[in-house]
C-alpha cells in the first residue's frame, strides 16, 4: 500500500521512532506539513492518507481514486470530511486513549504547582530573594497540602477515572460533577451544588453545547475563594474573560490551563496579560509527553493491520 502523511511535524519533535508504521506499508511519505495548495499533488495517487491536522475535503477525496484508507494520528475526525468518505467506501481510523497518562500527569503537575506556589518560589529564588532571607528558608508564598482536600471533576470518562486515582493517591476525596442536561446519577452531584465544595476543579469533558461557557461568572461567584482551577480540557470551556476577572477580583485562588479558546493565540487572549494574579498557562502540551506520542504511531500501525486483515478497528466512519 502507498501512504502519504501529510504534517509529520505535529508529532514528531525527532524523538519518534516511525520504523513499525513504515514497516506495515510499501511506500510511506513523509512530509512535515502540508498546504491546502500542496494536498491534492501530494494525495492524488494514495491509497492511505495520514493526517493529523491537515483538511482533507469532498472536493479532495472525489480526486483520490486510489484511496482506501485514512489514518488521523489524534482522536478528533473534524479535519476529515467523514460523510463523504463513507460515500466512497474509504474507511477512517483515529487514535484513542494514547494521552491519557499524560494528560492526568500533567493535571496533577499543575495542581501540585499551585497548591506549593513552585513558580512564585523558583522565581523568588533566582531574583536573589532566598539570598537575603534572616533564616535558612523562605516562605514568603502559600503552601498548602493536597492532602485533603476536596477534588471535584467534571468529565469523568478515561481521562476524569485517572485523574481521580492520581489525585486519591494523595490522599484527596473526589467529588463527581453531574453534566448539565444530563440524565440524574447517584454516584454523581449536581454540577451547581459542587462548586460550593471543592477545594480544586479539574475539567476533562468534550467542548460541546452544553458545555461552552460552563465555568463562568456565575460559577466563580460559587465557587471557594481559596478554590483553584484546572483546564486540560478545551478553551471554550471556560469563560476566559470571566476567568481573568475572578483571579483579579480575588474570587478564587488560583487557575491553570493547558488550553485556550484559539490556538496558537496569535491574534492575543484576554489570559495574556500581565496583571492577572495566580495563573499558569501551558501550550497545549498536556498530551505530547513521547511515550503519548509514540503511542499514536503504535496505534496507527494497528489500524493499518486491522484494516489489511477485514477488520477495522478505531473505526469513526
Known sequence: ????????????QHDLDFGALQDVFDELLLFPATSQAQLLERVREAEVIISNKVLVDAETLQQCPHLKLILISATG???IDLVQARKQGIVVCNCQGYGTAAVAQHTL?????LATSLLKYDRAVKQGEWNKASQFCLLDFPIIELSGKTLGI????????????LAEAFGMEVLVASLPNRPADASRIAFAELLPQVDFLTLHCPLIEDTRDLIDAQAFDAMKPSAFLINCARGGI???????????????AGAATDVLSVEPPKAGNVLLAEDIPNLLITPHSAWGSVDARQRI?????QNVLAFQ?????RQVN
Open 154 to 165: 467534571v468529565g469523568y470518562g478515561e481521562l476524569g477515572q485517572a485523574v481521580a486515582k
Open 77 to 79: 475526525t473534524n479535519n
Open 309 to 313: 486483515a477485514g477488520q477495522p478497528i
Open 1 to 12: 500500500m502507498k501512504a502519504v502523511f501529510l504534517d509529520y511535524e505535529s508529532l514528531d
Open 109 to 113: 503537575s499543575l495542581m501540585l504547582a
Open 238 to 252: 471556560v469563560n476566559e474573560a470571566a476567568l481573568a476577572d475572578a483571579l483579579r477580583q480575588g474570587k478564587i
Open 297 to 301: 504511531l503504535q496505534q496507527m500501525q
